[in-house]
């Protein structure tokens, strides 16, 4: 059993856990440290590559990519260097534009890709490394999602967010300094994604109780250690200081390792993270420019606090009137109609997702209330753990992040949608499924609105 939160023992491993699987992580070298990019010639070195081809943005360049280049230059490996260009106003998109953009300046003698960013230019680099049969590393410029070490890359393809499948960073090297510097929007938004956690982990322990699906508490207890540490820190992260940034960083990592171990990103996304991507599905058809995903996930987690809180309150609910008014619940025609208003284009995929999986099925709906109803003390002592939402929301406030939908501009009518039907966006069992089961979902949805959305 692992119990000390320090990131090397995570590093390039494979242990036998208590919860009878074997846990792996190839991810091997993290350089967090003053210098860091100097040491990249002798790290590709080690590595046996000698050619770069390396993907940047205006900003990125400017931030990190000319020191990379001067690095690579004196020490006489040659490179290739694609600087996309950044937006007027907003960030650069992942999308389909982007990425012919970095295959059209393809350096195909090159042996290695290297991004220079965090966000977009990440998911690029780890997308196209993957389709090219060539390995990936990361020069991170901000520490403000938990994508930095990750297997997939979530694109935008005819305006649909898709996650397709990718490759890890063979390693990630970050300078405090340069982290440090970054827009404190972006900090933010980085402890933001991780505050998430707090709500992701009490969802993969509900459906642990509910569906009884595979639960570990090691790297429940890995994700749980690193949220406590970042919710110490944030203090730190609003004066910039290097501290609160490396357990910022680490805590990043940590959910890119802790979603190796457990093969799936159970431990990094719960419903906090469908009420962010059904915003950003929204934005995108509505042609308005991105809001960075961990503000948008720091919004949801207080929304969906809220909901643990509820639950922690509630009396236990008259499953014989629950069971009676199952057949009053909406028809399958209905519930089509509404994935076609709120997915627009992505509704057929929406309905697909649910021919398969089945979320809102009668049957699995009975099985499902026998075991609430059963197991009620266990659910509400789950949910007496929560932290409250208020609580969240200040240290949301404190960090100068948003907190209420309104800080970013979604609209009222999107925060309903997305608390009503942001679970039929995958097939993952949350407190909106929970509350989707007693009864109690559209009821909570207005009353949230009410209190966020005025
Ligand atoms: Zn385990
Ligand atoms: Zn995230």
Not at 189 to 197: E, M, P, V
Not at 291 to 304: E, F, Q, S, Y
Not at 354 to 377: D, F, S
Request: some cysteine; aromatic content about 8%.
């Amino acid at each position: 059993m692992i119990q000390n939160p320090s990131i090397e023992q995570y590093l390039n491993c494979s242990f036998e856990c208590g919860c009878g699987r074997t846990h792996k992580s190839l991810f091997a070298h993290y350089i967090f440290e003053t210098g860091a990019i100097a040491k990249l010639p002798a790290l590709l070195e080690q590595l046996g590559y000698k050619r770069p081809y390396l993907i940047s943005d205006t900003h990125t360049h400017k931030i990190a990519g000319i020191k990379v280049e001067e690095v690579l230059g004196k020490a006489g490996i040659p490179f290739a260097s694609h600087v996309l260009k950044s937006p007027e106003n907003g960030d650069l998109a992942a999308d389909e534009h982007a990425l012919g953009s970095v295959a059209m300046a393809n350096d195909k003698d090159a042996d290695i890709i290297i991004s220079i960013g965090t966000g977009t230019i990440n998911d690029l680099g780890r997308y196209f490394s993957y389709i090219t049969g060539r390995p990936f590393l990361l020069v991170a410029t901000a520490p403000s999602m938990d994508g930095l070490v990750s297997g997939v890359a979530p694109l935008i393809f005819h305006n649909m967010k898709i996650t397709f499948p990718a490759q890890e960073p063979l390693a990630l090297i970050c300078e405090p300094e340069i982290l440090a510097k970054a827009p404190l929007k972006m900090l933010a938004a980085g402890a933001a994604d991780i505050l998430g956690k707090y709500n992701c982990l009490l969802d993969w322990k509900l459906s642990h109780i509910v569906n009884d699906e595979y639960y570990c508490d090691t790297i429940a207890g890995i994700m749980g250690t690193a949220v406590d540490r970042t919710m110490e820190s944030t203090k730190g992260l609003a004066s910039q200081d290097s501290k609160a940034v490396s357990v910022l960083t680490e805590a990043l990592v940590l959910s890119g390792i802790a979603m190796d171990f457990s093969g799936n990103s159970r431990p990094a996304s719960g419903a906090e993270h469908h009420q962010s991507h059904y915003w950003e599905m929204q934005f995108l058809f509505d042609g308005i420019p991105a809001v960075l995903h961990g503000t948008k996930v720091g919004i949801g987690t207080v929304l969906m606090l809220e909901l643990y809180n509820t639950l922690a309150e509630m009396e236990k609910p008259d499953f014989a009137a629950i069971r009676a008014k199952v057949a009053d619940r909406l028809s399958t025609e209905a519930w089509e109609k509404e994935m076609h208003r709120c997915y627009g284009d992505g509704a057929e995929g929406i309905i697909a997702l649910e021919k398969k999986a089945g979320k809102n099925n009668v049957e699995g709906l009975q099985k499902r209330l026998a075991v609430i109803e059963e197991r009620w003390e266990e659910i509400r002592e789950l949910a007496k753990t929560a932290p409250k939402a208020a609580e969240i929301s200040h240290v949301l406030e404190e960090m100068g992040a948003a907190k209420i939908p309104a800080d970013v501009g979604i609209p009222r009518q999107y925060v309903y949608d997305s608390i009503r039907y942001g679970k039929e966006l995958r097939d993952r069992y949350t407190i909106l499924q929970l509350m989707w089961d007693i009864d109690r979902l559209e009821e909570e949805a207005v009353k949230l609105v009410e209190k966020y959305c005025n």
